[in-house]
């Protein structure tokens, strides 16, 4: 058979991120679960989103998404093109993995996706639209 892949909402995983240690035990789920209650509670989807982007790994020792921005596209998070945030989001299930800046075609793929995806939510008006709703 192959492999189990836990499922964790960001939520979870910004929990872990920043307040927990890697690995698995009773211990660290429960805290996990704690850690991430308080989260929901006290912020917003958009921070829960930010913090998440910005304390991920996105390559071996590059965390946060200014540092990915760096490493892949030698630009500034703030000026990434469509296309490369794309290729940066498709990479998020295991960016240690695969490759931003020099994508498989099943990353390729998952990017098309992704901005077939933005399309579809409005594109750069939906997301200047998160922009202008920020409350922190």
């Keep these: 058979g192959g492999s189990i892949r836990g ?27 704690w850690f991430t209650m308080l989260i929901e509670l006290l912020w917003s989807k958009e921070r829960i989103l930010e ?6 790994e996105w390559d071996e020792g590059v965390f946060g998404a200014q540092a990915a921005a ?4 030698r630009t500034n998070a703030s000026a990434l093109s469509v296309q490369q945030a794309s290729y940066l989001a498709a990479v998020l299930p ?13 990353v390729s793929r998952r990017a098309g996706w992704i ?5 579809q939510l409005g594109g750069d008006e939906y997301l200047q639209g998160l922009n202008s709703s920020r409350r922190w």
């Design 7 to 33: 499922a964790s909402t960001l939520s979870q995983q910004v929990s872990k991120n920043l307040f927990l240690w890697s690995g698995r035990s009773y211990l660290r789920k429960g805290l996990e679960a």
């Design 51 to 56: 913090v998440y982007l910005n304390s991920v």
């Design 70 to 73: 760096q490493h892949h596209f």
């Design 94 to 106: 295991n960016p240690r993995e695969w490759s931003a800046s020099h994508p498989s075609s099943y």
């Design 115 to 119: 901005r077939q995806q933005m399309r």
